[in-house]
């Protein structure tokens, strides 16, 4: 049973890929394969349960910085997965939204991701965020630029100013986030976005994530008490 204190928005950092292909002696390639293949399932139970919103960390603007024929195979997964995926997420009503820049990615890439943000544009049954040439720092400091180049006064830049030039304008921030493989680090990840939010890690790596793991982080939130800096007034 779900806890009913469920999460309006989930972010995950899908950790540990290259870790579970490396203890069975594959390439880093295959986990990252296997990975994007366990989306479907966490997609799916995020939408049975009622959670609103779901984000992604795929690949950071850090990642450029990974052997070339890795970046490659992680562009042509992308592709692979708009293609398959595209058409039964929008049939479950889910919408689709990129995050970060689409600058590196090719021409063909960058048309299959405006295609299938298109195509969901209008479904409301969940919004799924795929954070991919994403990093938090760019994307505050492209933040303060489209503000600058309005013309806003300095004394005019406050947080909801910055907050509707990021990319995830118009979501809410996270109420929980998660990530996989056991490691506790933010990895430049929604860095703005989750000044309050609640964290929690599991061991396991993201290939083998499932369902039920899932719903461990979910009650384990639903048993936190959110103070956002205030006190709980005790009865």
């Known amino acids: 049973m779900v806890s ?11 950790d540990g890929n290259g870790r579970w292909a490396r203890q069975r002696g594959l390439p880093r390639l295959a986990g990252h394969r296997a990975g994007t293949e366990n989306i479907r399932g966490i997609v799916t139970a995020c939408a049975e349960w009622g959670i609103r919103y779901l984000t992604l960390y795929a ?10 024929i890795e970046v490659q195979g992680l562009m042509q997964i992308l592709s692979d997965f708009i293609d398959r995926e595209t058409q039964a997420l929008h049939e479950k009503g889910v919408h689709l939204r990129h995050l970060g820049r689409l600058e590196g990615l090719s021409e063909r890439l960058k048309q299959k991701v405006r295609y299938a943000i298109d195509l969901t544009r209008q479904n409301d049954r969940l919004i799924l965020a795929v954070a991919f040439n994403y990093g938090g720092r760019v994307e505050i400091v492209d933040a303060v630029r489209t503000l600058v180049a309005q013309g806003l006064a300095p004394d005019a830049i406050d947080e909801q100013a910055i907050s509707g030039c990021l990319s995830t ?31 929690w890690t599991t061991p396991v790596f993201w290939p083998d994530f499932k369902s039920e793991h899932l719903l461990q982080a979910i009650h384990d939130y639903g048993r936190r008490e959110r103070r956002f800096g205030g006190l709980i007034e005790q009865g």
């Open 59 to 68: 690949f950071s603007t850090e990642n450029w910085g990974r052997p070339s």
């Open 169 to 199: 304008s118009g979501m809410p921030d996270p109420d929980l986030v998660i990530r996989t493989s056991g490691e506790w680090r933010l990895s430049n990840f929604l860095i703005w976005q989750t000044a309050y939010s609640e964290y």
């Open 4 to 14: 009913q204190h469920v999460p309006q928005h989930i972010a995950i950092i899908m």
